[in-house]
Each structure stands twice: as C-alpha cells, then as structure tokens.
C-alpha cells in the first residue's frame, strides 16, 4: 500500500524545517492519525474477511477428518 498521506506529510515538514512555522505541528499529528488509521482499516479488513474467503487452515481440515471419520 503506497504512503497515502505523503503530501501531506511532505507540506507538513517543509512548514515546520524550513519556514519555522510551529501550527503546523498539527497538522502533522493529524497526519500520522490518519496512516494509522488506513493502516488499522486495511489489518482489520484483512482480519475480519479471512473466515469469509474460504481458506480453510490445518486445524479446521483436522476436525473436519476427525468428524468425517467418527460417525
């Protein structure tokens, strides 16, 4: 996943580096809210999609067998 908020982290270092300008330390925060943010949505939808997907780990394919077997 590309660095999304980049530009705006790029305007936020210029402001605070070159033209000294200490408001926009918010900015930069809110920034780095947002990446975690994108970040957090992308693991949780990858978490929370697993069991829909139908891959099927060794633990499930072992009771499955298990079940097949003892009936």
Do not use: F, K, N, Q
């Not at 925060?29 to 990446?35: D, P, Q, R």
């Amino acid at each position: 996943m590309p660095p999304l908020p980049g530009l705006a982290v790029s305007h936020g270092l210029s402001a605070v580096v070159v033209d000294a300008r200490i408001d926009e330390l918010a900015a930069l925060v809110g920034t780095a809210a947002l990446g975690r943010a994108l970040a957090a949505g992308v693991t949780l939808g990858e978490y929370l999609g697993r069991p829909l997907s139908g891959v099927r780990d060794r633990y499930d394919e072992r009771v499955r067998r298990r079940a097949m077997t003892t009936g």
